[in-house]
């Protein structure tokens, strides 16, 4: 099952959006900290109300590009972002997209996709992702117990999926989730495998 874009407009016009924090998630803003080079060219598909965009900003980062299906979502963030030149918002399909990314940040993103395109976002990613590129982010480490989205996993299951596509650098529980979902998320750090 693919979610269209009629169901996540549809979710933003009724403000049907439990996976909204209102900021930046603490493992994504702690792992903005650690990174010196502000002229990466970053990618944040599915990026919802962009607040990790506001605080890559914020920390002078310089080149961001964000994506997401719904045409509700993206009218708004246009609004916000008028006029930076530091930020591109496209309204489209994430697996139609094409470029070249020396960073994608995963943020409530795999979680919204349905089982059965798992393996087509690993190989997405790492076609969009330059050499040595780095998919880093938050992964749910639980079983919702229902139908999604959100769909959930393990770090087992996470860590056989993306080691055909990367090189897992980091692949642990988080301790600085916020409160609600402590114990439950994965903090990463992929590394693109080169094509021999």
């Known amino acids: ?29 702690s792992y903005v900290d650690s990174i010196d080079n502000k002229n990466l060219k970053i990618l944040i ?16 980062f310089s080149n961001i590009t964000l994506i997401d299906i719904s045409s509700v979502l993206t009218g708004r963030i246009k609004k916000k972002f008028e006029g930076d030149k530091r930020v591109t ?43 040595d590129g780095i998919l ?21 299951e996470y860590k056989k999926l993306f080691s055909k596509f990367f090189d897992i650098k980091i692949l642990k529980e988080c301790y600085n989730s916020i409160q609600p979902r402590a114990g439950k998320e994965l903090f990463f750090i992929f590394k693109k495998i080169r094509k021999k």
């Not at 605080?55 to 002078?60: A, S």
């Not at 399909?93 to 960073?103: I, N, S, V």
Request: net charge negative; charged share 25%; glycine share 10%.
């Open 1 to 29: 099952m693919k979610l269209e874009k009629e169901f996540w407009d549809d979710r933003y016009l009724n403000e049907n959006t439990g996976w909204d924090i209102g900021y930046a998630s603490t493992p994504l803003s």
């Open 45 to 60: 598909p599915g990026c919802g109300n962009a607040y990790e965009a506001e605080y890559l900003i914020e920390k002078k």
């Open 89 to 131: 918002i496209l309204n489209k399909d994430f697996f139609e997209h094409e470029g070249k990314y020396d960073l994608i940040l995963e943020q409530t993103f795999f979680c919204s996709l349905d089982l059965s395109m798992r393996t087509e976002y690993c190989m997405k990613m790492n076609t969009l992702l330059n050499p």
């Open 136 to 156: 880093a982010g938050v992964l749910f480490n639980t079983d919702f117990g229902k139908e999604g989205p959100p769909f959930g996993g393990s770090k087992t």
